[in-house]
T-cell receptor, first 113, second 115 residues
Framework: DAGVTQSPTHLIKTRGQQVTLRCSPK?????VSWYQQALGQGPQFIFQ???????QRGNFPDRFSGHQFPNYSSELNVNALLLGDSALYLC????????????FGEGSRLTVL | GDSVTQMEGPVTLSEEAFLTINCTYT??????LFWYVQYPGEGLQLLLK?????DKGSNKGFEATYRKETTSFHLEKGSVQVSDSAVYFC??????????????FGTGTSLTVIP
């Protein structure tokens, strides 16, 4: 049973560029959440997707957007990259939108130069 | 708003020493509380959880008790091993209806256990 998988694992971008990160949830899970983890910090909630819609959003600007597909996989898009967007981006899935335990992927490490 | 404050590290212990990592929280209502662990190069893994006051979560020799009166959820282990070296995150999930599955994490405590 595959867990949460994310791609790519590492990537380097320059300021102003756009990036797309991908996530496949754990089998049987229908809800995907994205978190940003800056170096030395705890994960910060970006948003949650359920039934292909953004259901809840944290304190992140509109440059951060996402999508969920019918097979429950998800993408995180970040436009107009800033140096401060450099972080580990974690995808977490759960089988219940409100009460499910979060299962995390290993993350995508984004470096913005 | 909801938040978690946990003991800053790094923490360095000798093998078989006793471990305590402090965690306190601020939340509306009665949250569920969690400890996640992050080993080097890996994602976060659930270590233990407690969903109501006075519950004790336990796993792999680690324990934490949900203390409503002190709003705390301290992590303890009686005898640490080298393999316990990792970063530990305290987290909460609010029980307010329809808020979704948003977790609030502390900043993490790095633990290094030396032989």
């Amino acid at each position: 049973d595959a867990g949460v998988t994310q791609s790519p694992t590492h990537l380097i971008k320059t300021r102003g560029q756009q990036v797309t990160l991908r996530c496949s949830p754990k089998s049987g899970h229908d809800t995907v959440s994205w978190y940003q983890q800056a170096l030395g910090q705890g994960p910060q909630f970006i948003f949650q997707y359920y039934e292909e819609e953004e259901r809840q959003r944290g304190n992140f600007p509109d440059r951060f957007s996402g999508h969920q597909f019918p097979n429950y996989s998800s993408e995180l898009n970040v436009n107009a990259l800033l140096l401060g967007d450099s972080a580990l981006y974690l995808c977490a899935s759960s089988f219940n939108r409100n009460t499910g335990e979060l299962f995390f992927g290993e993350g995508s490490r984004l470096t913005v130069l | 708003g909801d938040s978690v404050t946990q003991m800053e590290g790094p923490v360095t212990l000798s093998e078989e020493a006793f471990l305590t990592i402090n965690c306190t929280y601020t939340a509306t209502g009665y949250p569920s509380l969690f400890w996640y662990v992050q080993y080097p190069g890996e994602g976060l893994q659930l270590l233990l959880k407690a969903t109501k006051a006075d519950d004790k979560g336990s796993n792999k020799g680690f324990e934490a008790t949900y203390r409503k009166e002190t709003t705390s959820f301290h992590l303890e282990k009686g005898s640490v091993q080298v393999s316990d070296s990792a970063v530990y995150f305290c987290a909460l999930r609010s029980l307010i209806t329809n808020t979704g599955n948003q977790f609030y994490f502390g900043t993490g405590t790095s633990l290094t256990v030396i032989p």
